[in-house]
């Protein structure tokens, strides 16, 4: 069949129509799957800076040398921990809760829990104010201080 004839039976009006239809598509698809991925990512990074700060502000608690420099260290570590995880500055926050008095009392316990709000990308900050769209992000992490623990002052 000649291309004349075919455009006579009316297949000519359709030529190209397929790609266009696809590219489309693809868009109309892939946009929303990216922006998906997108807020997955953002998430899990929240989740690993708060179970990595909620770990480490232990870590440095339950090894200082009194309870005055105790908390500073926690939250000095914690604040790397959330910077890593690109939650600069006040973006997140370690509560600490002693069940002894002082806080560094041998076998005692000592629970860190740290918060994030995450908020989802590429949103306006005009609309954040009239729709919540950040998600928290909370982990806790209890550490027991050592039993034979020494040089307290």
Same mark, same amino acid.
Request: proline residues 6%; glycine residues 8%; aromatic residues 6%.
């Given at each position: 069949? *000649?291309?004349? =004839?075919?455009? &006579?039976?009316?297949?000519?009006? +359709?030529?190209?129509?397929?790609? /266009? +239809?696809?590219?489309?598509?693809?868009? !109309? $698809? !892939? @946009?929303?799957?990216?922006?998906? %991925?997108?807020?997955?990512?953002?998430?899990?990074?929240? =989740?690993?800076?708060?179970?990595?700060?909620?770990?480490?502000?232990?870590?440095?608690?339950? %090894?200082?040398?009194?309870?005055?420099?105790? *908390?500073?260290?926690?939250?000095?570590?914690?604040? #790397?921990?959330?910077?890593?995880?690109?939650?600069?500055?006040?973006?997140?926050?370690?509560? #600490?809760?002693?069940?002894?008095?002082?806080?560094?009392?041998? &076998?005692? %316990?000592?629970?860190?829990?740290?918060?994030? %709000? /995450?908020? $989802?990308?590429?949103?306006? =900050?005009?609309?954040?104010? @009239?729709?919540?769209? +950040? #998600?928290?992000?909370? =982990? /806790?992490?209890?550490?027991?201080? &050592?039993?034979?623990?020494?040089? !307290?002052?």
């Amino acid at each position: 069949m *000649s291309r004349a =004839s075919r455009r &006579d039976a009316g297949g000519g009006a +359709e030529d190209g129509s397929a790609v /266009v +239809e696809f590219v489309f598509l693809a868009v !109309l $698809l !892939l @946009v929303p799957l990216i922006y998906l %991925t997108m807020m997955i990512a953002r998430v899990q990074a929240g =989740s690993y800076a708060v179970a990595q700060a909620a770990r480490e502000a232990g870590r440095a608690f339950v %090894t200082a040398e009194s309870d005055q420099s105790a *908390s500073g260290r926690a939250q000095a570590a914690a604040r #790397i921990a959330f910077e890593d995880q690109g939650f600069p500055g006040g973006d997140g926050t370690v509560a #600490i809760a002693c069940a002894a008095s002082p806080c560094l009392t041998p &076998d005692a %316990t000592v629970t860190f829990t740290a918060t994030v %709000t /995450v908020p $989802l990308p590429l949103i306006p =900050s005009f609309a954040r104010d @009239v729709i919540p769209l +950040e #998600i928290p992000v909370t =982990s /806790v992490h209890a550490l027991t201080i &050592d039993r034979f623990r020494e040089g !307290l002052g």
